[in-house]
């Protein structure tokens, strides 16, 4: 489906994400906006606009994924530059927030909550609004000062794992954050149970599997997770519903990170399925029959076009 669009919305993108941004565009029936996003010979990042966005609607489409510091600035970079150019209104679409597990400081440790400070670069830069998705932790949204809308993968999801048919379908949370996103896509599938792993994370790089909560055995376990970074703990909750005699394991995260030795955990895992959306490219980095990568532009673009409606209706 293709919306009708205005003259006044205006799509830009960094080099994060490229296609998602030209996915996003085709949805709303438009082209994206003029922009060169570019480095300077000693690594500064370089931004150009090549048409005039007095008074519009911008949306700044970049994810904050790898290399994170890199994508980061070059969002800040062109969020200021869109706003001296006096757009009317920045929207910064960021489909995967990063930093957002350093959220809190535990157990009295002395580190800071980067996901904060990042917030507070985003709205200095000259944001007026974010829309994100599937954020690693909801309460994130109030480190804003700004509007957030946040919106959610369960729908593209939730519709691949019912087209795939599987027959006795059982969600597995991988750890205890995970349940609200596994009991929704459980609500979703028909007569899907529910069950859990027990986790505990030792470092940033280590975690470690204690036992399932709940029946798996004979069943299709779906194991249900909003990242993927070094791909340790979730391929160990895939091994371990194995052990115990689930009839096949599918992975389904709403962002790849797959950073370090992440896509060879999961080759070596036994999920059949591995499911993903595209907020974060993996061209060049993961591909092959069990991987299947779900678009989430129309999602996005449904957002653009509610917000940019609205300011109208309002003006």
């Keep these: 489906m293709v919306h009708d669009i205005d003259e ?7 080099n994060a994400n490229p296609k998602l941004a030209a996915d996003i565009c085709a949805h709303l029936g438009t082209e994206p906006g003029r922009a060169k996003v570019s ?5 500064e990042i370089s931004v150009e606009l090549m048409e005039d966005l007095r008074g519009k609607d911008v ?4 994810s904050t994924c790898p290399p994170v510091n890199e994508n980061l600035m070059e969002l800040l970079v062109l969020i200021e530059c869109v706003k001296r150019a006096s757009a009317a209104r920045v929207t910064a679409v960021i489909p995967y927030f990063g930093y957002a597990r350093q959220d809190r400081r535990e157990h009295g440790a002395r580190v800071p909550i980067t996901a904060k400070l990042v917030a507070n670069l985003i709205a200095a830069a000259g944001t ?4 994100t998705m599937d954020l690693h932790c909801e309460q994130i949204q109030g480190f804003f000062d700004i509007a957030v809308d946040h919106v959610y993968a369960g729908g593209i999801v939730v519709d691949h794992l019912r ?3 599987l027959p006795q379908p059982v969600v597995v949370s991988p750890d205890v954050g995970a349940i609200k996103m596994a ?3 459980s609500r979703g599938i028909p007569n899907a149970r529910l069950a ?3 986790k505990r994370r030792v470092s940033g790089e280590e975690t470690q599997i204690g036992f399932v909560i709940g029946d798996v055995e004979g069943l299709d376990a779906i194991i249900a997770d909003d990242v993927i970074a070094t791909g340790g703990s979730i391929a160990q909750a895939a091994c371990l519903l194995d052990e115990k005699g689930a009839s096949s394991v599918t992975i389904v995260c709403t962002h790849p990170v797959l950073c370090g030795p992440a896509i060879e955990k999961l080759e070596a895992s036994p999920a059949g399925r591995i499911i993903v959306t595209d907020t974060i490219p993996i061209d060049g980095k993961y591909s092959g029959d069990r991987v299947t ?9 449904d957002a653009i076009q509610q917000i940019h409606h609205s300011a109208s209706r309002v003006s």
């Design 293 to 301: 990568v779900l678009s989430s532009a129309r999602t996005f673009a």
């Design 8 to 14: 006044q919305l205006v799509v830009l993108h960094g």
């Design 59 to 62: 949306f700044v489409v970049q």
């Design 183 to 185: 009991r929704a896509y």
């Design 128 to 131: 007026d609004r974010v829309v």
């Design 196 to 198: 859990t792993v027990d």
């Design 39 to 43: 480095r300077f010979p000693d690594g």
């Design 163 to 165: 087209d795939l048919g």
